[in-house]
């Protein structure tokens, strides 16, 4: 079983919104925090946003006010929500988990293309 599962990627024009979730069926119950990181080919893997167990989130500086990540417990699923896309939003988006012992699980990474 893979332990995440990402979707909701795909094509948009610049100020449209995306939502992407992340499923982590197998592994919900070991997972202290998740989060969504972004990488283009060529360029560092660069943090987006984070959602902890305690309910805290934090975002980067280039999505707050634009992005939403939220947890569904009852799903146990991940969700960000993209609004007011640009174009720089463009790259591959990746779900993680961090379990207690530090463990980090990746998703597969999921397609955002935003035209302009």
């Known amino acids: 079983q893979v332990p995440l599962v990402e979707s909701g990627g795909g094509l948009v024009q610049a100020g449209g919104s995306l939502r992407l979730s992340c499923a982590a069926p197998g592994i919900i119950r070991l997972v202290v925090s998740m989060a969504w990181y972004r990488q283009t080919p060529g360029k560092q893997r660069e943090f987006v946003a984070r959602f902890s167990n305690s309910g805290s989130t934090n975002y980067a500086d280039s999505v707050k006010n634009r992005f939403t990540i939220s947890k569904d417990n009852a799903k146990n699923t991940l969700y960000l929500q993209m609004n007011s896309l640009k174009p720089a939003d463009r790259t591959v988006y990746y779900c993680?988990?961090?379990?207690?012992?530090?463990?980090?699980?990746w998703g597969q990474g999921t397609q955002v293309t935003v035209s302009s």
């Open positions: 993680t988990a961090r379990t207690l012992s530090g463990f980090h699980y």
